[in-house]
């Protein structure tokens, strides 16, 4: 018995032992099991934090900005341009000559504006002397101004264009030097009666009517292609206005800001907003650059918009998209939407780029040299493509670059044949960049419905302007009935009068009309040694009759007296 006892004691110990052990067993399988979860887990984790890539916040903890683009496919609306660039129907069958083509800008109401101005400020202040201006007088006072800037002669005096020897004929053949002055003086663009009362409410109320008639005809006649771009213009102008600005980044410092959106490729002008500052005891402005280009584009869709760093914000991109318009601009460095660690320049090699994304927003900084970046924000974009193997640039910079000049070659270019001259009113200089303006939107215009109009020719704009000007002054030479003095623009005279008596005409031919000149006695000067003559000093050439004064043979000049 004590046996068996022993022998049950035994196998009982045996079968605890392996019990415990199957315990053990299990229990190390529970817990490699368990290891096994936790690693999955964490396997899952650092894969969807390598698809999600790095995430970094705003300024203000209110933007999420992923390091890897999104999966999400780009707005198919945006970029998807329903109107064909280039010039309207409108444009297409009114435009037959260059004439026409300005005209499409300076209407007939417009004209009319200004001609019932003229002569109302001509008859206050001249009285019952002024003559009646019409569209004629108008048009050649156009065509002088245009001609004058044909000939770079912005800054030369106007004396100096009439002069017999030193200056052109055709602005003699036209209308004498003291028209000339007398149009520029009394030339207004309102009935200055009631101008106090809109002044109250509109700084720009002495050219206000023509200036709105004016930009509303700009988009009728042209479809700006898949670039626009929208930036500041500054007219020169150091006289007194209420809203002149200074700006010291620009070659003339003081002068009236004008905002522009311009086609990229053409840089023809398609909006303009004349900026008039801040009302009167009013604060400045808040988010001014999304409101002047939420404004500038009215009328577009499915454009690319392209402006620097005044402008571009991340809610104008979100705001531009609701409209089915893409963004693609410089970004200040202080914006509140931008991550700190895009901005750091430290240790970043040249020529390197960091990209940041939203679902529909990209974000690039550039390193063009050391210690330096530049930062980019796009709605147009959704990776980080590069371009260039040389310096390699993102592609958001190359597009950047490509369409960034619109405005300042439309600014260039006008000013290159500028039709401005030198005055101390504010309405005036207004006026004269919207005749440059309408010139360079008409040969825009001209040549793309003409493209090979004097195709071998270098200067074509110049060459057009020269017609334009040309036809803007026939009609007035063609009706005068005074003879210049200067033989070489009598000749002038003669010839277009000759020209058109010749030429068949089916409209009834006009009467002469006298220049709106008024009688003022003015000195003559001496037509052999230049001095002014008065009229105890003045004679006149028996033979060729030109004014001499008594220093030379009575009634006879030198050349007579030979």
């Known amino acids: 018995?004590?046996?068996?006892?022993?022998?049950?004691?035994?196998?009982?110990?045996?079968?605890?032992?392996?019990?415990?052990?199957?315990?053990?067993?299990?229990?190390?399988?529970?817990?490699?099991?368990?290891?096994?979860?936790?690693?999955?887990?964490?396997?899952?984790?650092?894969?969807?934090?390598?698809?999600?890539?790095?995430?970094?916040?705003?300024?203000?903890?209110e933007i999420e900005w992923s390091s890897c683009p999104k999966n999400e496919p780009p707005r198919m609306a945006a970029n998807v341009i329903r109107m064909q660039p280039g010039p309207t129907r409108m444009a297409v069958t009114h435009v037959q000559d260059t004439k026409s083509a300005f005209e499409l800008f300076i209407t007939d109401s417009i004209q009319k504006i200004i001609?019932?101005?003229?002569?109302?400020?001509?008859?206050?202040?001249?009285?019952?002397?002024?003559?009646?201006?019409?569209?004629?007088?108008?048009?050649?006072?156009?065509?002088?101004?245009?001609?004058?800037?044909?000939?770079?002669?912005?800054?030369?005096?106007?004396?100096?264009?009439?002069?017999?020897?030193?200056?052109?004929?055709?602005?003699?053949?036209?209308?004498?030097?003291?028209?000339?002055?007398?149009?520029?003086?009394?030339?207004?663009?309102?009935?200055?009666?009631?101008?106090?009362?809109?002044?109250?409410?509109?700084?720009?109320?002495?050219?206000?009517?023509?200036?709105?008639?004016?930009?509303?005809?700009?988009?009728l006649f042209y479809n700006p292609g898949p670039n626009v771009t929208i930036d500041e213009q500054l007219m020169p102008f150091r006289g007194r206005c209420p809203f002149r600005q200074y700006i010291p980044s620009k070659p003339a410092k003081y002068g009236i800001k004008i905002w522009a959106a311009c086609d990229a490729t053409s840089s023809y002008a398609w909006n303009l907003q004349v900026y008039t500052g801040k009302p009167d005891g009013g604060a400045p402005e808040k988010n001014q650059g999304m409101r002047v280009v939420l404004d500038m584009t009215q009328g577009l869709n499915g454009h690319n918009i392209t402006c620097d760093n005044f402008f571009t914000s991340y809610k104008l991109g979100q705001e531009l998209l609701k409209r089915k318009l893409t963004m693609v601009g410089t970004i200040r460095?202080?914006?509140?939407?931008?991550?700190?660690?895009?901005?750091?320049?430290?240790?970043?090699?040249?020529?390197?780029?960091?990209?940041?994304?939203?679902?529909?927003?990209?974000?690039?900084?550039?390193?063009?040299?050391?210690?330096?970046?530049?930062?980019?924000m796009s709605t147009l974009h959704r990776d980080d493509r590069i371009c260039g193997q040389e310096h390699q640039k993102p592609e958001i910079i190359m597009d950047y670059n490509a369409s960034k000049g619109g405005v300042d070659n439309m600014d260039k270019l006008v000013t290159a044949y500028s039709c401005k001259r030198r005055t101390l009113r504010w309405p005036l200089v207004i006026f004269f960049d919207m005749l440059d303006i309408s010139a360079y939107n008409a040969f825009v215009i001209w040549m793309a419905m003409n493209p090979e109009w004097n195709r071998s020719k270098l200067q074509r704009r110049r060459l057009f302007l020269e017609e334009l000007g040309k036809a803007l002054v026939t009609p007035q030479i063609q009706r005068r009935q005074h003879v210049p003095r200067t033989p070489a623009s009598a000749a002038i005279m003669r010839r277009i009068q000759v020209e058109n008596a010749s030429a068949p005409s089916t409209r009834p031919t006009e009467p002469p009309s006298a220049e709106p000149e008024v009688s003022v006695n003015k000195k003559k000067r001496c037509e052999v040694c230049g001095p002014k003559m008065d009229r105890k000093t003045q004679y006149t050439c028996i033979k060729c009759k030109k004014y001499i004064c008594n220093t030379h043979t009575v009634k006879l000049c030198p050349s007579c007296v030979v």
């Open 333 to 376: 460095k202080n914006k509140p939407e931008l991550p700190p660690q895009l901005l750091t320049t430290k240790n970043r090699p040249v020529n390197s780029s960091k990209f940041v994304f939203t679902a529909d927003t990209s974000l690039v900084s550039y390193v063009p040299k050391k210690g330096k970046n530049v930062v980019l």
């Open 1 to 61: 018995m004590q046996l068996i006892l022993e022998e049950r004691e035994a196998f009982d110990n045996e079968v605890e032992e392996e019990i415990s052990e199957c315990e053990d067993h299990i229990s190390e399988n529970s817990e490699s099991d368990s290891d096994f979860e936790e690693e999955d887990e964490i396997a899952e984790q650092d894969r969807h934090h390598i698809e999600r890539g790095e995430i970094w916040m705003s300024k203000k903890y």
């Open 115 to 219: 001609l019932d101005s003229t002569n109302l400020e001509g008859r206050r202040v001249f009285g019952e002397r002024w003559k009646e201006m019409d569209q004629t007088h108008l048009h050649a006072y156009f065509g002088v101004l245009i001609l004058a800037g044909v000939f770079k002669s912005k800054g030369e005096s106007t004396e100096s264009l009439w002069d017999a020897e030193t200056g052109r004929e055709i602005f003699r053949a036209t209308m004498s030097l003291e028209n000339f002055h007398i149009i520029s003086r009394v030339i207004r663009f309102d009935n200055r009666d009631d101008r106090p009362a809109r002044r109250q409410r509109d700084k720009l109320a002495a050219i206000r009517t023509v200036w709105d008639k004016w930009v509303q005809r700009l988009p």
